[in-house]
């Protein structure tokens, strides 16, 4: 069960961790670069399964909080994440034995193997997301007891702040936001801590796994010329997902991108190949909702990914750019992220949208391919 | 009328076009310097069509020679890096990931120094003028000839990447400095990579650019002199020597461009086989695939927008030998010593172009000295050579249905009529000089880069009229009205101005109008 990650392995991760990241999540080659050299120095990481935890062990997520537009600019330092881990282990008054992504899409899954290479302590091959999304409440942990605080929090200079915001996970996501914005849109953080028993009720499994191998998927379509999208759906049935599908293709024609509350929000529009059809995503660091024509054919949770149209590559939302040929190509959310309780922290409304949650697979088809 | 020439690794190929007739095409060998091989080209066109040299309106140059250095990590200058940034970007410092041999060929130095903004334009740190200053008199010690500078959020604010340039200048004359707001688009790592390569290539683009504009001279030629670039359009003289950088990927987007205008195919395949290698590249509605995600230029990633080029190494100059009763071509080739080192000059090893004049495919130096070839090894070598160039088109294919294989450059003689996977394969007329008629054939562009207040719900009308004033600056550079097409579209908030206040940059592109003289 329990596997190592080397460096040949990141090329895969990064690509399946950008698919997941919906287009948010941040840079993941900024994240590859650093485990990479991480590796390098330290030797390979372990991961291990949730099932291998003991009940008793402590797990201490961490994350990196911030507009991936101020990323790709703002590289770390490095100490930080570190840092922010020791500052909650102080906190508790007990040491980690293991570490954990809270979202494994963008960069944010490969943030835990920085930090488990320097510490030279497991990564759990689990998440909270099962893909990224923009607000630190919008964790299945959270949905299913698990609370955000105490979180640490910190920046290069190795200033920590400990948060404490009780069972309000929402108002412990506003503190942080605050502060990552004040030490310049981008920070680190180590938060969610729970015991192995908690980790398996609360956390959605296998989705470290999931990510390197749709990335591996991603890349052998390309050396194999199969059509990428008919790969993902194939390699998707077997998964907790289990749905795929290409849902418009066309070339980018606007992309409407700025950084407000620390976020990177906005509209990218395509227009389909020899076709009056327009396909319109709008996003908040991930794509929200996907409209063709007007109507809606895919919403949160449900996962929207843009694929370069002939190479399947993904693309993150700050990659967008006019005159690219795309592929809009939508996932099903796992089935623990479709329940009530869960629609009314990570659903439409959570974002302010005005839709009902329909699971994008039983929404009639569009007529553009 | 107007000449394209195309300098290349091996071959140094030249045209002479009125409107869209190709008058003359000549192909001579690249020289070390470049010039004297445009120079004997320029000869050998006059030889084939005369022309008064007033005639010529314009002078198109296509040089893969400022790529190829640093692919070859060779003729480059001692260079060094200062990223302001501290204490941030420290996990990740200027030129981590670069491959060692190119590290050494340009005695790389790199330098982390205080400094940089914040997205909102706030300082990360202020310059700390000690450290910049114990950095001139390390770069001084250290012999470094050229300067990247990059800075945190420098597309946003070039304040501080400006100051440090001044201070370098003020304090190293003679080196030369390129800043990173000027070269890339946000993304640190990137910018700051293809600043360094800039950088790296500043002293040959001083010599090359003088010497063409010094060759042009001497043949009585005073008509403007342009440079390709990356997307198919043109750069005078003068800009090409401060960003040789801006040439890279103008080698495959001639290519590509010529195929499209000789063969009429617009959705195909290109493969351009050289002395030395073949690049395959695909056509989509007339314009070059770009590459996505990574593009990696010797082993650096970088983000330009390039197009999407595999390269095999089956050229003319290939080596064949015979292994284990298999008969191997490539990857090595006797590149520009062809004509020193192939059977059919005379020479010794055994070539590519040595099995397609024995197989009587071409008729180049004395097919009597191949003559003793046995006529299966050359049909294996032939179809080994097929055989390459076909699993290289399969991989760049991205449908399972065949495509139409557009073949160019003078090395593609040895390729045969047809190609396993490939639905026809088209020989345009002029096929050899594809690269020149590209460069000849050039676009024009116009672009716009300016800070503008935008108010709440005015985007598409600011939008508009930056796309407008692009277009007219295109226009009024010469390209034709109706080809003109916006081509880019990038906006970076400036968080720190009032107003909503967004660089915004378009570019329009379209055919330069063709003289009918």
Redesign the interface.
Known sequence: MAFEITPDDLGDLARGAALLGTGGGGDP??GR??V??ALRRNGPVTVISPDELSDDSLIIPTALIG?P??L???????TEPVSALQALERHLGCKATATMPIECGGINSTIPLFVASQLGIPVVDADGMGRAFPELQMETFAIYGVTGSPLAISD??GHTAILDTGDDNKSLEGWARVLAIKV??VSYIAEYSMNGAEARRTAIPGTLSLALRLGRTLREA??N?R?PAEALSDALTDTLYGHGESIFTGKIV??????VEGFTRGTATITGFDTDSTCTIDFQNEFLVARVDGNTRVVVPDLITVL?L??G?P?TA?AL?????VRVFAIATPQMMRTPEALNVIGPSAFGLDEEFVPFEQRTKATVL | MRIGIDVGGTNTDAVLLSGNTILAETKSATSADVTSGISDALNELRRKHSFEPASIQAVMIGTTHFINAIVEADRLCPTAVVRLGLPVTEALPPLVGWPDNLLRAISARGYLCHGGHEFDGTTISALDYSEINRVAADLGEHGIRSVAISSVFSPVNAEMEAEVAALLREKLPSVHISTSHEIGRIGLLERESATVINAALRELADQVCTGLATTLAHAGIHAPLYLSQNDGTLMDVGYAREYPVATFASGPTNSMRGAAFLSGLEDCAVVDVGGTTSDVGILRSGFPREATAEVSVGGVRTNFRMPDVLSVGIGGGSRVREENATVTVGPDSVGYRLRDEAMVFGGQTMTATDLAVAAGKAAIGDPSLVGHIDSAFVRAGLDAIAEQVATTVDRMRTSSNPVPVALVGGGSILLPDELAGAAKVVRPDHYSVANAVGAAIAQIGGEVDRIFPIAPGQRDEVLDTAKHEAVDKAVAAGADPTSVEIVDVEEVPIAYLPGNATRVRVRAVGNLILDNS
Do not use: F, M, N, W
Not at chain 1, 254 to 259: A, I, K, L, Q
Not at chain 1, 321 to 325: A, F, K, L, P
């Open positions: 080659t900024i670069t650093l990479s050299e507009a537009s101020v790709v600019e703002r590289l770390p330092r490095g290069e200079h310049g849109g390309r050396e010329h059509d606007d992309v409407e991108r700025r950084t370069h002939e190479t590559e693309i700050e750019r006019y005159g690219q040929r």
